[in-house]
């Protein structure tokens, strides 16, 4: 009776949208009592659009539109692609008419670095700036406190040694989001949100969706994400983590269960034991109380 009964659970999950690596996938489920869930592409839709610019006194917004838009355009992430693509429109450009950064690096977690028309430039966190020992950040910091209290990323901008602007970058708290964080505490699941997002982003987020502040880890850098479920697994938590991103491949991996967005990367979704395929957050309730429902049947 035991596979029939796996086997009914894996095709009404097929239903729902959720594709279950194997049976024994189920098993991991049961006891699973906190669900981690990525900010970024997960609760938010993660289609970050270019909202504010704000040029610091002496630096011309173009100028600062035009340098942090063709280094931003050598990055896939979600936050430089809203950059690049917003500055482009704003300059009456085609993103592909920026210049070309040479000796680009990506700094994972806090931004990208690069040298434009001669200019060394740096774009992303305060952690990325400070560290590069740029001056004038001071003059930000107003900025990007406003920037961060509505929700928004601030992307802050330096090139030649001196903080020159920021640009500030919206995501979306996805509609299905604060619904999925109800019906996980129904199942008496403890909800907590992981990002690199800086902690007043991530919490205006949680706030949003009903997440309280002592479960938010903000500012985790992607290689300390995995960190952040061994701890509460330390604690003697059973863990279901619930990512999109390259940055949370490892974090799905570490899990005792892994579930990725089907909306996602194809990293986060090989490292995964289940996948929403719509990346509907909803259904990783549905999946929990499915799976706990199958093992009920085979008992
Ligand atoms: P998340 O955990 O939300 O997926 P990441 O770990 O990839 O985010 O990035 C964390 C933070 O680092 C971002 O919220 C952003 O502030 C900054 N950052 C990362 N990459 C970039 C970039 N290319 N440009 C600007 N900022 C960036
Ligand atoms: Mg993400």
Redesign the pocket.
């Known amino acids: 009776a035991t596979p029939t009964a796996l086997l009914v659970g894996t095709g009404r999950g097929a239903q729902l949208g959720i594709l279950i690596k194997g049976p024994e996938v189920l098993e991991s489920t049961r006891r699973v009592d906190t669900v981690v869930l990525?900010?970024?592409?997960t609760v938010t839709t993660?289609r970050m659009a270019l909202q504010d610019v704000y040029a610091a006194d002496g630096t011309d917004e173009k100028e600062l539109l035009r340098l942090a838009g063709a280094l931003?355009h050598a990055?896939e992430?979600?936050?430089?692609r809203a950059?690049a693509a917003g500055a482009a429109r704003r300059l009456g450009l085609d993103a592909g008419a920026l210049p070309a950064p040479v000796d680009f690096a990506?700094?994972?977690?806090?931004?990208?670095r690069g040298t434009v028309d001669g200019h060394v430039v740096l774009?992303?966190?305060e952690r990325?700036l400070t560290d590069a020992h740029i001056t004038g950040l001071d003059e930000l910091a107003a900025a990007k406190k406003r920037a961060e209290a509505a929700g928004r990323?601030?992307?802050l901008v330096a090139w030649d040694g001196a903080a020159r602007g920021l640009l500030t970058?919206a995501d979306t708290v996805k509609d299905t989001s604060a619904e999925a964080v109800r019906r996980l505490r129904e199942l008496g699941l403890r909800p907590v949100l992981?990002?690199?997002?800086?902690r007043a982003?991530?919490e205006t987020v949680a706030q949003a969706v009903g997440i309280p502040p002592d479960a938010v880890y903000a500012?985790?850098?992607?290689c300390d994400?995995a960190d952040v479920v061994r701890r509460l697994q330390d604690e003697g938590r059973v863990v279901a983590m619930v990512g999109d991103?390259v940055?949370?491949a490892a974090a799905l991996a570490t899990a005792d269960l892994g579930l990725a967005m089907g909306t996602g990367t194809d990293a986060a979704i090989e490292a995964g034991d289940l996948t929403l395929v719509r990346g509907d957050l909803r259904v990783a309730a549905d999946a929990i109380r499915l799976a706990r429902r199958t093992l009920a049947t085979i008992k």
């Open positions: 990525d900010k970024t592409g993660g931003e990055s992430h979600p936050v430089a950059v990506n700094v994972p977690g806090n931004g990208v774009a992303g966190s990325l990323t601030a992307v970058v992981l990002t690199g997002d800086n982003v991530a500012e985790v850098l992607p994400k991103g940055n949370d």
